[in-house]
T-cell receptor
Framework: TQLLEQSPQFLSIQEGENLTVYCNSSSVFSSLQWYRQEPGEGPVLLVTVVTGGEVKKLKRLTFQFGDARKDSSLHITAAQPGDTGLYLCAGVRNTGKLIFGQGTTLQVKP | DTAVSQTPKYLVTQMGNDKSIKCEQNLGHDTMYWYKQDSKKFLKIMFSYNNKELIINETVPNRFSPKSPDKAHLNLHINSLELGDSAVYFC?????????????FGEGSWLTVV
């Protein structure tokens, strides 16, 4: 049973386009994290959202935590080739245990 | 300096062999993890140690045995390797295993069983 459904799983867009990645669950998490993983490397934390309804911005990336703390979204504005990579959402339990989504592979073509 | 380092990065071995992957963190963290990432990029926790003590042990075959000689090291030993063990294994660490703490991942160890 996949606790965190991430969509889409694959996304190929042109440079300059906008995109949104979704992360949905029927479970409540104490917080939710977004990671980016490049080929040959481990995931790197982008952001942690803690409060229901919270919105955080990281340059062209906007992260939102759902009001009920069950879902989240990542929106990228004017995507660039350097944004290419695997994006992973992870729900965080009170114990600190991470439950990962399946990941979204993003390709931004120049 | 690499915060979380694991060796080897690549490992190709035959079925039935026993192999180990080593991990070290120089961040002074109390908690370390082993994660497995399959061919579909799905990342799943295997084990978690806090100050050398096992705190999370997911449904992992007994052939996998973690060992933590001190809180800066968490090694993974795998007995009788099977084809299905082929994956990328990530070591990770965090200050304390509480919600919201940043988890730092190593670069991964690519295990291929032939």
């Amino acid at each position: 049973t996949q606790l965190l459904e991430q969509s889409p799983q694959f996304l190929s867009i042109q440079e300059g386009e906008n995109l949104t990645v979704y992360c949905n669950s029927s479970s409540v998490f104490s917080s939710l994290q977004w990671y980016r993983q490049e080929p040959g490397e481990g995931p790197v934390l982008l952001v942690t959202v803690v409060t229901g309804g919270e919105v955080k911005k990281l340059k062209r990336l906007t992260f939102q935590f759902g009001d009920a703390r069950k879902d989240s979204s990542l929106h990228i504005t004017a995507a660039q080739p350097g944004d290419t990579g695997l994006y992973l959402c992870a729900g965080v339990r009170n114990t600190g245990k991470l439950i990962f989504g399946q990941g979204t592979t993003l390709q931004v073509k120049p | 300096d690499t915060a979380v380092s694991q060796t080897p990065k690549y490992l190709v071995t035959q079925m039935g062999n026993d192999k180990s992957i080593k991990c070290e963190q120089n961040l002074g963290h109390d908690t370390m993890y082993w994660y497995k990432q399959d061919s579909k990029k799905f990342l799943k926790i295997m084990f978690s140690y806090n100050n050398k003590e096992l705190i999370i042990n997911e449904t992992v075959p007994n052939r996998f045995s973690p060992k933590s000689p001190d809180k800066a090291h968490l090694n993974l030993h795998i007995n009788s390797l099977e084809l299905g063990d082929s994956a990328v294994y990530f070591c990770a660490s965090t200050a304390t295993a509480t919600s919201g703490n940043t988890i730092y991942f190593g670069e991964g160890s690519w295990l291929t069983v032939v």
